[in-house]
């Protein structure tokens, strides 16, 4: 593995998580955005994350610094990839956007770059044409919070050379990550083949109008233990990226009750600005959410 310099193209929530690790592990990065507006909030987005290194990881406040200043910020594709040795896609969950974006990327990267795609729940398999280097591409997700919660599933596809594959295994674990090769496709992944079933099934639970968010959630925690029930996760995971998950299984499958979820995630939260723990509300209001309340489960 010889990686150098590395660009994360989208810099949301999770985009700007992997930058900033990245970074913090002595890495050069690169961020990409589609315009200069998107790239303010990614600097204050990556500028709050450093407290939370301090407080969680014992990091100093000069290293944190230090891992701001290896970060630089582009809205030129080309520019951004100049010198990018792995570009690492997080752009939104939309087959269409991808797609168009890893033709772009294509045109603009080296002939050495590697590609490694982010996303949650779509198949590298989808995009590997549109990139123009199947052999270079693949798979590489992170779960949210990737300090604390330091997962990095590699999954390879059927074109993917293995040394590719090797390699990207190899960065997952040089930026502090558990490495977790999957050597077959998977909708979803390990990670999100576990998780997307249980946030599905609480949010059908929310339309059938069966319990409230705290009981849902109050439930999953009591019964199992869990920090977090499936609410509490999606504020974290974003509450636009649920909704993009599940608008897109509405039109796949018809099904009414995605529709209802994909409904009520836009209505009630998407265009009230409630996006989860990013904008300081979502299913809960931050930072003091009532779950975290030492009462929330005894009553």
Not at 84 to 109: M, R
Not at 142 to 169: C, G, L, Y
Not at 207 to 222: H, L, Q, Y
Request: glycine fraction near 6%.
């Amino acid at each position: 593995m010889n990686f150098k310099h590395i660009t994360v193209a989208g810099s949301g929530v999770l985009g700007s998580q992997i930058a900033y690790q990245t970074a913090f592990k002595g890495f050069q990065v690169s961020v990409y955005d589609i315009n200069d507006q998107a790239l303010e909030r990614a600097k204050e987005r990556i500028a709050e994350l450093k407290p939370h290194y301090r407080q969680d990881l014992g990091a100093t406040q000069e290293e944190t610094d230090q891992a701001f200043d290896r970060i630089s910020f582009h809205s030129d594709l080309a520019q951004a990839v100049a010198e990018a040795d792995l570009v690492i896609e997080a752009v939104p969950e939309v087959v269409s956007i991808k797609t168009e974006f890893y033709a772009k990327l294509g045109q603009a990267a080296p002939a050495k770059t590697v590609f490694a795609t982010n996303s949650s729940t779509l198949l590298p398999s989808q995009f590997a044409d549109s990139t123009g280097r199947p052999e270079r591409f693949l798979a590489l997700h992170f779960a949210n919070e990737i300090w604390k919660n330091n997962t990095a599933e590699v999954m390879k596809h059927s074109r993917t050379d293995m040394q590719v594959f090797q390699d990207v295994i190899d960065f997952a674990k040089a930026i502090g990550m558990v490495a977790l090769p999957l050597h077959k496709e998977q909708p979803g992944y390990i990670l999100n083949s576990l998780l997307v079933p249980l946030l599905e099934a609480a949010q059908r639970l929310l339309v059938r109008e069966v319990a409230d968010v705290e009981t849902i959630d109050k439930t999953w925690m009591v019964a199992t233990g869990a920090p977090l029930g499936p609410f509490a996760i999606l504020d974290v995971v974003g509450i636009t990226t649920a909704y993009n998950i599940g608008q897109a299984k509405a039109d796949a499958t018809g099904d009414g009750e995605f529709v209802r979820v994909a409904n009520l995630l836009k209505t009630e939260y998407i265009d009230k600005g409630k996006l989860g723990r990013a904008t300081g509300e979502g299913f809960y209001k931050y930072p003091n959410p009532s779950f975290a309340d030492p009462d929330f489960l005894k009553s």
